[in-house]
Protein backbone atom coordinates (compact mmCIF):
# COMPACT_ATOMS: atom_id res chain seq x y z
CA UNK A 1 0.00 0.00 0.00
CA UNK A 2 1.20 3.40 -1.01
CA UNK A 3 2.15 5.56 1.71
CA UNK A 4 0.00 8.82 0.89
CA UNK A 5 0.85 11.05 3.83
CA UNK A 6 4.99 10.58 3.07
CA UNK A 7 4.18 11.46 -0.54
CA UNK A 8 1.87 14.46 0.37
CA UNK A 9 5.02 15.79 2.20
CA UNK A 10 7.54 14.93 -0.18
CA UNK A 11 5.19 16.85 -2.97
CA UNK A 12 4.73 19.73 -0.44
CA UNK A 13 8.55 20.44 -0.55
CA UNK A 14 8.39 20.64 -4.36
CA UNK A 15 9.14 16.65 -5.20
CA UNK A 16 7.44 16.78 -8.50
CA UNK A 17 7.73 12.62 -8.92
CA UNK A 18 6.21 12.17 -5.57
CA UNK A 19 2.73 14.81 -6.72
CA UNK A 20 2.60 12.48 -9.58
CA UNK A 21 2.85 9.04 -7.36
CA UNK A 22 0.02 10.78 -5.26
CA UNK A 23 -2.43 11.63 -7.68
CA UNK A 24 -2.04 8.26 -9.75
CA UNK A 25 -2.38 6.62 -5.80
CA UNK A 26 -5.66 8.52 -5.47
CA UNK A 27 -7.24 8.79 -8.79
CA UNK A 28 -8.37 5.20 -8.91
CA UNK A 29 -9.87 5.81 -5.42
CA UNK A 30 -11.51 8.61 -6.83
CA UNK A 31 -12.94 7.12 -9.49
CA UNK A 32 -14.19 4.38 -7.47
CA UNK A 33 -16.12 7.48 -4.93
CA UNK A 34 -17.26 8.79 -7.67
CA UNK A 35 -18.64 5.17 -9.25
CA UNK A 36 -20.00 4.59 -5.77
CA UNK A 37 -22.32 7.74 -5.77
CA UNK A 38 -23.69 7.15 -9.07
CA UNK A 39 -24.44 3.30 -8.97
CA UNK A 40 -28.18 4.01 -9.19
CA UNK A 41 -27.74 6.22 -12.16
CA UNK A 42 -28.81 5.11 -15.79
CA UNK A 43 -26.13 3.85 -17.86
CA UNK A 44 -26.03 6.83 -20.56
CA UNK A 45 -25.81 9.50 -17.45
CA UNK A 46 -24.66 12.64 -18.46
CA UNK A 47 -21.84 12.67 -15.99
CA UNK A 48 -19.33 9.84 -15.53
CA UNK A 49 -17.09 8.41 -13.02
CA UNK A 50 -14.47 9.58 -14.62
CA UNK A 51 -15.29 13.23 -15.10
CA UNK A 52 -16.43 13.16 -11.41
CA UNK A 53 -13.19 12.36 -10.71
CA UNK A 54 -11.38 14.72 -13.02
CA UNK A 55 -13.57 17.77 -11.72
CA UNK A 56 -12.64 16.94 -7.71
CA UNK A 57 -9.22 16.63 -8.67
CA UNK A 58 -8.94 19.71 -10.14
CA UNK A 59 -11.17 21.00 -7.24
CA UNK A 60 -8.23 19.78 -4.97
CA UNK A 61 -5.40 21.13 -6.85
CA UNK A 62 -7.18 24.38 -8.33
CA UNK A 63 -4.44 26.30 -6.83
CA UNK A 64 -1.96 24.07 -7.31
CA UNK A 65 -0.61 23.96 -3.60
CA UNK A 66 -1.12 20.67 -0.96
CA UNK A 67 -2.62 22.05 1.95
CA UNK A 68 -3.35 18.54 3.23
CA UNK A 69 -1.59 16.69 6.03
CA UNK A 70 -2.10 13.47 5.54
CA UNK A 71 -4.50 10.70 4.05
CA UNK A 72 -7.17 11.49 6.57
CA UNK A 73 -7.07 15.07 5.49
CA UNK A 74 -7.13 14.58 2.21
CA UNK A 75 -10.12 12.07 1.73
CA UNK A 76 -11.93 14.79 4.31
CA UNK A 77 -11.33 17.43 1.09
CA UNK A 78 -11.74 14.61 -1.52
CA UNK A 79 -15.27 14.28 0.09
CA UNK A 80 -16.50 17.73 -0.09
CA UNK A 81 -15.21 18.15 -3.37
CA UNK A 82 -17.01 14.52 -4.99
CA UNK A 83 -19.99 16.40 -3.11
CA UNK A 84 -20.16 19.70 -4.70
CA UNK A 85 -19.48 18.27 -8.25
CA UNK A 86 -22.43 16.11 -7.66
CA UNK A 87 -24.63 18.43 -5.98
CA UNK A 88 -23.90 21.18 -8.51
CA UNK A 89 -24.35 18.80 -11.56
CA UNK A 90 -27.83 18.05 -9.86
CA UNK A 91 -28.82 21.72 -8.71
CA UNK A 92 -27.66 22.92 -12.83
CA UNK A 93 -29.92 19.79 -14.59
CA UNK A 94 -32.94 20.74 -12.19
CA UNK A 95 -32.16 24.19 -13.28
CA UNK A 96 -32.36 23.24 -16.89
CA UNK A 97 -35.21 20.84 -16.52
CA UNK A 98 -37.22 23.53 -15.14
CA UNK A 99 -36.12 26.36 -17.70
CA UNK A 100 -36.85 23.82 -20.84
CA UNK A 101 -40.59 23.27 -18.87
CA UNK A 102 -41.47 26.43 -19.13
CA UNK A 103 -39.83 27.73 -22.42
CA UNK A 104 -41.27 24.67 -25.04
CA UNK A 105 -43.58 22.70 -22.70
CA UNK A 106 -41.84 19.58 -24.19
CA UNK A 107 -38.71 17.09 -22.14
CA UNK A 108 -35.71 16.01 -22.82
CA UNK A 109 -35.14 12.48 -21.60
CA UNK A 110 -31.83 13.42 -20.61
CA UNK A 111 -33.02 17.05 -18.58
CA UNK A 112 -34.98 14.56 -16.87
CA UNK A 113 -33.33 11.33 -16.24
CA UNK A 114 -32.62 11.47 -12.30
CA UNK A 115 -34.89 13.84 -11.18
CA UNK A 116 -35.70 12.29 -7.79
CA UNK A 117 -31.97 11.45 -7.25
CA UNK A 118 -31.20 15.23 -7.98
CA UNK A 119 -34.18 16.34 -5.49
CA UNK A 120 -32.59 13.90 -2.85
CA UNK A 121 -29.48 15.14 -3.26
CA UNK A 122 -29.93 18.40 -3.28
CA UNK A 123 -31.98 17.87 -0.22
CA UNK A 124 -29.22 16.20 1.46
CA UNK A 125 -27.09 18.90 0.86
CA UNK A 126 -28.85 21.41 1.91
CA UNK A 127 -29.52 19.29 5.20
CA UNK A 128 -26.02 18.78 5.52
CA UNK A 129 -25.52 22.62 5.17
CA UNK A 130 -28.05 22.38 8.46
CA UNK A 131 -26.25 20.27 10.38
CA UNK A 132 -22.55 21.51 9.58
CA UNK A 133 -23.93 24.90 11.36
CA UNK A 134 -24.67 22.76 14.49
CA UNK A 135 -22.76 19.49 14.58
CA UNK A 136 -19.84 20.22 12.20
CA UNK A 137 -17.74 17.31 13.15
CA UNK A 138 -20.70 14.92 12.34
CA UNK A 139 -21.21 16.64 9.01
CA UNK A 140 -18.01 15.58 8.37
CA UNK A 141 -18.26 12.57 9.35
CA UNK A 142 -21.26 12.28 6.97
CA UNK A 143 -19.13 13.56 4.11
CA UNK A 144 -16.54 10.98 4.30
CA UNK A 145 -19.31 7.77 4.90
CA UNK A 146 -22.18 8.75 2.08
CA UNK A 147 -19.36 10.89 -0.02
CA UNK A 148 -16.11 9.26 0.08
CA UNK A 149 -17.71 6.06 1.17
CA UNK A 150 -15.47 5.30 4.17
CA UNK A 151 -15.64 2.68 6.51
CA UNK A 152 -16.61 3.61 10.06
CA UNK A 153 -13.18 2.51 10.69
CA UNK A 154 -11.44 4.48 8.35
CA UNK A 155 -13.74 8.06 9.22
CA UNK A 156 -12.63 6.95 12.90
CA UNK A 157 -8.55 7.08 11.09
CA UNK A 158 -9.64 9.90 9.21
CA UNK A 159 -10.67 11.84 12.32
CA UNK A 160 -7.91 11.01 14.90
CA UNK A 161 -10.55 9.57 16.64
CA UNK A 162 -11.60 6.16 18.35
CA UNK A 163 -14.27 3.86 15.97
CA UNK A 164 -16.46 4.07 18.79
CA UNK A 165 -17.18 7.91 17.84
CA UNK A 166 -18.17 8.02 14.41
CA UNK A 167 -20.33 5.15 14.97
CA UNK A 168 -22.02 7.04 17.60
CA UNK A 169 -22.41 10.01 15.64
CA UNK A 170 -22.88 8.40 12.73
CA UNK A 171 -26.30 7.05 13.95
CA UNK A 172 -27.26 9.92 15.02
CA UNK A 173 -26.71 12.13 12.09
CA UNK A 174 -28.14 9.40 9.90
CA UNK A 175 -31.31 10.37 11.78
CA UNK A 176 -31.00 13.87 11.64
CA UNK A 177 -30.70 14.09 8.27
CA UNK A 178 -33.21 11.28 7.34
CA UNK A 179 -36.04 13.37 9.07
CA UNK A 180 -34.38 16.67 7.51
CA UNK A 181 -34.03 15.25 3.81
CA UNK A 182 -37.68 13.51 4.33
CA UNK A 183 -39.42 16.72 5.09
CA UNK A 184 -37.81 18.35 1.88
CA UNK A 185 -38.91 15.57 -0.60
CA UNK A 186 -42.45 16.15 0.96
CA UNK A 187 -42.04 19.89 0.55
CA UNK A 188 -40.98 19.62 -2.86
CA UNK A 189 -42.72 17.15 -4.34
Do not use: C
Not at 38 to 63: I, S, W, Y
Not at 73 to 100: C, E, M, Y
Amino acid sequence: MVDLTRLLVAARDGDDAALDRFVEAVYDELRSMARDQMRGERQNHTLEPTAVAHEALLRLFQDGKLPFDNRGHFFSAAAQALRRVLVDHARKRSTNKRAHDRSTGEVELDAVAGPARDKQLIALDDALTELARVAPDKARLVELRFFAGLSVEEAAAALGVSESTPARDWRMARAWLEARVGDASHERG
